[in-house]
């Protein structure tokens, strides 16, 4: 299965090669469908597989296709989501068996906005529990396998299954959410795309809420043009999440080409590559390297609003409060059916007063104001999506402080970016001498999703990091 080159696919590939005829939706979502049957009991990608969903909407994207009826580049193209979106007449797990029997009422809307694309739901990803960590552990649905080592590595979370599913060619795309990372800390432990939106941007009605403040909808994929696809499927307006109101639907695709030539690129030193492993910050500084060479203007700057987020995120009173408050239930009433990885770092969310969340938030706002400021002669920022590379899962299923130092590593460049409000972009940048993928993360100010991609497709089309995959013949036997 580990040779099946139509399940690397970009989906623009997919596209053209469904218009031809060389593929139809059905043949395609048989494709991937079989392929997950036949790995994911290896790589537990998948919670839950929706093959008569799939097929049935395969036959209408095909039947539509023959009648001449075409819904763009997305029709008849398989995805997969994260457990935290809702699916109708489907449970919304977060993770946990604790929320076995939360039946969906209705789609969320970006499932909505996705189907009525034309896209084909493959099924549900397994995620962290409850969505909170940016390691991939989940001691009670099971850690999804990293695909780049037949030893089980983390994945990084909490998008953790699909981001695995897209690495290992179980979908050609899927949704996952960040709130500290969680799209990117697994893209660039497994070596694909993940796109960070800005708050409000994509809407969240209907998907399992870990911060109110900082959750965002976000895209996995095989390249920089599939997240564009996608993300811009689902931008806009949705009056069921006030965040969206007011802010137009994106048009990030036309300047996709544009190139980098004349952009104002940066590296900031502090905090972003303090104590980065060294194999990943050198790849990170060659891929400025190459930017400049595409004609970016590249330097470093000091940016001391992320040095102040990062110095005020440890706290992590706002995330825990508001998580706290989404699962309190759980937390007072099922505290030791919870993820020990998990129940401590979300119960200190109950101990934060009204007083400090309302300062920290004021904190945070004078942070966002004044990054604006920092930023305005600057296009994008260059930075190491992750300070170290996937480790070993076991010994952090079972050490909960260990896991918890770890975490704080895997998190620590991306929730800056939550923090200050950007937009965020990794992509596949090298790799390790171990054989991992290296995460290069491209951050954009708030609402600037276009300069993001573009600079993130610049460098994907001068380089072939995004082209390898991983060798899958270990999950075969």
């Known amino acids: 299965m580990s040779d099946a080159p139509d399940c690397f696919h970009t989906l623009a590939t997919l596209a053209r090669l469904l218009r031809s005829g060389e593929l139809t939706p059905i043949v395609l979502a048989e494709l991937f469908l079989d392929r997950i049957a036949s790995l994911d009991l290896k790589l537990g990608a998948f919670r839950l597989v929706l093959r008569d969903r799939a097929l049935a909407q395969a036959r209408a994207a095909q039947i539509a296709l023959q009648a001449g009826i075409d819904g763009g580049v997305l029709h008849g193209l398989p995805w997969a989501a994260k457990d935290l979106f809702d699916v109708k007449g489907h449970p919304t797990t977060a993770g946990t068996h604790l929320l076995a029997d939360a039946i969906a009422q209705a789609d969320a809307t970006a499932v909505r906005r996705l189907e009525q694309a034309g896209m084909v739901l493959l099924g549900k990803n397994n995620t962290v529990q ?62 694909i795309v993940g796109l960070k939106t800005t708050v409000g941007r994509v809407s969240r009605a209907g998907v399992y809420p870990l911060s109110y403040s900082l959750d965002t909808v976000g895209v996995l994929a095989r390249s920089v043009e599939d997240a564009a696809l996608v993300y811009e499927a689902m931008a806009g307006p949705d009056e069921a999440d006030e965040t969206t109101m007011g802010v137009p639907p994106d048009h990030v695709l036309g300047d996709l080409g544009a190139g980098v030539k004349g952009l104002r690129l940066a590296f900031v030193e502090s905090p972003f590559f303090d104590g980065v492993d060294s194999e990943l910050a050198q790849a990170v500084r060659e891929a400025g390297r190459v930017l400049e060479g ?31 408050a989404v699962n309190r239930a759980f937390l007072e ?51 190491p999506t992750t300070m170290i590379p996937p480790l070993p899962a076991a010994p952090l299923a079972t050490d909960v402080p260990e896991y918890n130092r770890r975490n704080v590593q895997y998190l620590r460049n991306t929730a800056i970016g939550n923090i200050l409000d950007l937009c965020g972009l990794s992509l596949p940048c090298g790799f390790t001498s171990s054989g991992f993928p290296i995460g290069l993360m491209v951050y954009g100010k708030p609402f600037d999703e276009r300069t993001v991609l573009r600079v993130g497709h610049a460098y994907e089309q001068a380089t072939t990091w995004h082209e390898r995959v991983p060798d899958l013949s270990w999950a075969t036997r």
């Open 294 to 324: 595409l004609g970016a203007r590249l330097e470093s700057v000091s940016f001391p609003e992320a040095y102040a987020a990062h110095k005020l995120n440890p706290r992590g009173g706002v995330i825990s409060a508001e998580a706290y």
């Open 130 to 191: 409850l969505a909170y960590g940016g390691v991939g552990i989940n001691n009670d649905h099971g850690t999804p396998h990293n695909p780049w080592h037949p030893v089980a590595h983390v994945p990084g979370g909490s998008s953790s299954g699909t981001a695995v599913a897209v690495a290992a060619g179980l979908a050609p795309v899927g949704l996952g959410t960040d709130t500290g990372g969680s799209v990117r800390i697994p893209a660039a432990l497994c070596g």
């Open 333 to 383: 009433g099922k505290y030791d059916e919870l993820d020990p990885v998990v129940r401590e770092r979300m119960r200190n969310g109950g101990a934060v007063t009204g007083p400090d969340y309302f300062d920290m938030t004021r904190q945070w706002a004078a942070l966002r104001r004044d990054a604006r400021t920092s930023l305005r002669d600057v296009d994008a920022l260059l930075v």
